[in-house]
């Protein structure tokens, strides 16, 4: 079917650890990928995207590159802050239209 | 900045009743969007809307479900009769074309609670 796995949570990494969050689909094309952050009490926040094979998406220290071949989108960075503690959800686009598949999100807990 | 609002941030109902919840998507935008997420489960996509129409929908979004854009400025999602299962977080979004990588942008999110 046409769906997004990302890891389960939660994910707890002290202060300047290395983070990775995986992400996986399945489509039958070549979708759009994002990831997503979401802070405390607050919306979805575009964090980073890429819209075709080896893309690499990137944003405040946060990376992530679109492999065709796996199927994937993992998210990465090499050092985490405690401000970076939310819950990460990745997506990709349907396969019709323009709205957004989902993952289940993953909670990031970054403690100093 | 601009951004997406919704009201209210939460809502309690009883079972059988209708809700309304309510989106201001950013004042430039043309296409809006209403997605859920029941706790602990993943964002669903329910129903897009674009020059007055919807555009698409999923397979949750049923008879029991209605979008109107009544003005210039609001985007309503109604639910007729509500569910025990109709708890959720609701969001909205809004972007500006219909571009497949443009960026959709979030409001907040309504908490949904049906007793």
């Known amino acids: 079917g046409n769906s997004v796995t990302q890891m389960e949570g939660p994910v707890t990494l002290s202060e300047e650890a290395f983070l990775t969050i995986n992400c996986t689909y399945t489509?039958?094309?070549?979708?759009?990928l994002f990831w997503y952050v979401q802070y405390p009490g607050e919306g979805l926040q575009l964090l980073l995207k890429a819209t075709k094979a080896d893309d690499k998406g990137s944003n405040k220290g946060f990376e992530a590159t679109y492999r065709k071949e796996t199927t994937s989108f993992h998210l990465e960075k090499g050092s985490v802050q405690v401000s970076d503690s939310a819950v990460y959800f990745c997506?990709?686009?349907?396969?019709?239209?323009?709205?957004?598949?989902f993952g289940k999100g993953t909670t990031l807990s970054v403690s100093s | 900045e601009p951004e997406v609002t919704q009201t209210p941030s939460h809502q309690v109902t009883q079972m059988g009743q209708e809700v309304i919840l309510r989106c201001v998507p950013i004042s430039n935008h043309l296409y809006f969007y209403w997605y859920r997420q029941i706790l602990g489960q993943k964002v669903e996509f329910l129903v897009s809307?674009?020059?007055?129409?919807?555009?698409?929908k999923s397979e949750i979004f049923d008879d029991q479900f209605s979008v109107e854009r009544p003005d210039g400025s609001n985007f309503t999602l109604k639910i007729r009769s509500t569910k025990l299962e109709d708890s959720a977080m609701y969001f909205c979004a809004s972007r500006v074309t219909s571009g497949g990588t443009d960026t959709q942008y979030f409001g907040p999110g309504t908490r949904l609670t049906v007793l």
């Open positions: 809307f674009y020059n007055n129409e919807i555009s698409e």
């Open positions: 489509a039958t094309g070549y979708p759009s």
């Open positions: 997506a990709r686009t349907r396969q019709a239209g323009t709205a957004l598949i």
